[in-house]
């Protein structure tokens, strides 16, 4: 009898925020990551720490392995997505905010430790945009969910 | 390289509450009480290896504020090649102060805030001591 091979679609989509403390793009990434975890998309997103590509065990560089990633970098410096690449695999979407906030015009200084109500907006339209790219996965049919 | 600071580094952490007060008490530090002599860096920097930054810390004194066990920034400092010369877990502060618990990663709350006051005097304390012994030739 010839055996079927299955092949199991993932459950969950990664999402990977630098999270860098130096800049206030690094912070708006965390947060926004954490609402699309928490209000948007609440049960369909993991993420990692970014430092324990390097700090933790072998199981956080099956990372992407495991899970199409979404990197959301702070700037161009790109070390979520670079990171992702170089210890656990390719990544599926990259976000560079500094850039998309270059793209809608924002040109105020904005704080990294004390977000305003300018910075709670970016941080809302990034998570907007983590969302299209969550749901572009799910409907390509590469993340198995329940119809939503 | 440019004048000598202390480095505060947290841990960035996105899982957990304690994350964000490390990350807020080391705002603390280097934008309110000890803006001459500390700065922090993006620790994604030094998980990539960058340069610029593995020679910030092995060029100046660092404290590390990690938000859970796994020690993400002691490890990260380490694998450029040096060892923090302070490093502070978030939950033995909470040990001592159990009234000031976080809440949310998004809103660590009237607790987590407290708490992320009394580890940033802690570490300005500690900045004064290492930023003196710094400017002081042999050590």
């Known amino acids: ?148 | 390289m440019g004048e000598a600071r202390v480095y505060v580094i947290p841990c960035s952490g996105i899982g957990k509450a304690t994350a964000s007060v490390g990350r807020d008490a080391t705002f603390q530090v280097i934008e309110d009480l000890r803006p001459d002599t500390t700065d922090t860096l993006c620790l994604s920097l030094l998980t990539m290896g960058d340069e610029e930054a593995v020679a910030k810390v092995i060029g100046n004194k660092v404290i590390t504020i990690e938000g859970c066990a796994k020690d993400c920034a002691r490890k990260n400092v380490e694998a450029s090649g040096t060892s923090p010369d302070i490093s502070h877990r978030v939950h033995e502060f909470l040990k001592e102060h159990r009234d000031l618990k976080p809440e949310t990663v998004l809103d660590t709350g009237e607790g987590g805030r407290k708490l992320a006051e009394v580890l940033a005097e802690k570490v300005a304390q500690e900045v004064d001591e290492l930023a003196g012994s710094q400017n002081r030739p042999g050590e």
């Open chain 1, 1 to 148: 009898m010839k055996e079927v091979e299955i092949e199991a679609r993932p459950t969950k989509v990664g999402v990977l925020s630098c999270s860098g403390e130096s800049e206030a793009e690094g912070t708006i990434a965390r947060n926004a990551v954490r609402l699309v975890m928490e209000k948007y998309r609440p049960g369909l997103i993991v993420t990692l720490c970014l430092p324990l590509y390097l700090a933790g065990d072998s199981g956080e560089r099956e990372f992407a392995k495991k899970v199409p990633v979404i990197a959301v970098d702070g700037c161009e410096k790109a070390c979520a997505r670079l990171a992702t690449e170089k210890y656990s695999g390719e990544v599926e979407s990259w976000i560079d905010i500094r850039d998309l906030i270059r793209q809608w015009g924002v040109n105020d200084e904005l704080s990294r430790s004390h977000p305003g109500e300018l910075e709670q907006e970016l941080t809302e339209r990034v998570a907007q945009e983590i969302v299209k790219l969550v749901d572009r996965l799910v409907d390509e049919g590469r993340v198995e969910v329940e119809p939503r």
